[in-house]
């Protein structure tokens, strides 16, 4: 009889086994948050054997705490684990015109530490620069970075962000992620605003969503499913770029639809209304004159329903059952709110329920935060996470 003879396992397959042992430490102590070594074990299927050294490890690395006794029903008190979220930190970089907000927050999606930082250089070099300041000692616990960029972005590059100096397609994300040597993901940041209202906003307790934010320009930003969706080129979402007339063909850089209807548009407007310096807030400025002057009244419907015919346009397509307004559009009053909802209800083929979104400025970084926890998670510098 012949003895049957298996073959040694590999340096790599045993590196590999060890990690995954170790990554499932680690999502089942994130998920409890404490317990004791006993119930790590049931949970895991890891031996004690097996368990003692990873956890020894982990409580080295910072990933676990090691707590009191816990309560006992019989016998004596288990020593408790914690997990630790401060262990796994990831980064939230906004892109804005003549400056980046970048924050630091840890697997919780707790902000630990935040800046605003003017944008006088390079772009890539103040983003490698400012996250190891802002992360100070706890960059070592880093796992992952996102940017958010006003354009189209994919792959990581940019492309369409005039207004921060990105045209071409640069591919930001790949320089950061060699500079730092962590995932890191670029996005829309009207795609970053709408996983952010879906995580923590008004679109939280639904899978199926539209932002619609209204600002220098008009972009739209889709979950479907729970996922923010992209397109096949990171276009998804440009309605600012429909067109409004069959000889609007070309751009540069900002849509027929856009050029119309925007913040800005609405402010020249404004001003012509009523001669003076431009209003802060030019859409509140355009609903509180409209209660005095017939001209703006009239001019604030038109904006009304040229938004609202916007809308409709994407729910014939998409049917995503509630819109959020963003942007300058959160200004609009009550009465204007219920105007849309109005005319979308008698045009759309499907229910859609209109609302404000109420992150405001924040929307971009609580969906950044959710995108740099998702690639830290995944630990691949090419995802593109859909949260």
Not at 98 to 109: L, T, W
Not at 237 to 255: K, S, T, Y
Not at 358 to 379: E, F, M
Request: glycine share 10%; hydrophobic share 45%.
């Amino acid at each position: 009889m012949t003895d049957v003879v298996t073959p040694p396992t590999s340096p790599v397959s045993r590196e590999r086994s060890k990690e995954i042992k170790r990554l499932s430490v680690i999502s089942t102590a994130r998920q409890v948050r404490v317990l004791s070594r006993a119930e790590l074990t049931e949970l895991t299927g890891l031996s004690p054997a097996t368990l003692t050294p990873l956890v020894r490890e982990l409580i080295a690395e910072g990933y676990l705490i090691e707590r009191g006794p816990g309560a006992s029903r019989a016998g004596r008190p288990r020593a408790m684990l914690e997990f630790n979220p401060r262990a796994e930190l990831v980064a939230a970089v906004s892109l804005e015109p003549a400056r980046i907000s970048c924050e630091i927050a840890d697997s919780d999606g707790t902000v630990v530490a935040h800046r605003t930082i003017r944008l006088t250089g390079d772009i890539v070099d103040t983003i490698c620069r400012s996250v190891p300041e802002l992360a100070g000692d706890g960059l070592p616990a880093l796992r992952g970075v996102a940017i958010a960029a006003p354009g189209v972005s994919s792959g990581g590059a940019v492309r369409l962000a005039p207004s921060v100096g990105l045209v071409e397609g640069r591919p930001i994300g790949e320089s950061v992620q060699r500079h730092l040597g962590v995932p890191v993901v670029v996005d829309n940041d009207v795609n970053l605003m709408a996983a952010g209202e879906h995580a923590v906003g008004a679109g939280s307790d639904v899978a199926d969503l539209l932002l619609l934010h209204v600002a220098d320009g008009i972009g739209a930003g889709l979950v479907l499913d729970g996922r923010v969706r992209r397109g096949a080129g990171g276009a998804a979402g440009e309605v600012g770029f429909l067109p409004l007339d069959p000889a609007d063909r070309e751009h540069d850089g900002i849509g027929p639809f856009e050029a119309r209807w925007s913040e800005n548009a609405i402010a020249e407007r404004v001003v012509a209304l009523a001669p003076g310096r431009r209003p802060a807030a030019p859409v509140a400025g355009l609903v509180d004159l409209a209660r005095t002057d017939e001209r703006a009244a009239a001019y604030l419907d038109e904006v009304l329903v040229a938004w609202s015919r916007l809308i409709v346009s994407c729910v014939c397509v998409i049917d995503p059952g509630r819109v959020l307004l963003s942007g300058a559009a959160t200004q609009l009053d009550d009465a204007s709110v219920d105007r849309i909802q109005t005319l979308v209800a008698a045009t759309a083929p499907a229910t859609t329920e209109v609302r404000r979104a109420v992150l405001g400025d924040r929307a971009v970084l609580h969906g950044a935060v959710t995108y740099a926890r998702a690639a830290a998670a995944a630990g691949s510098p090419n995802l593109m996470p859909s949260p």
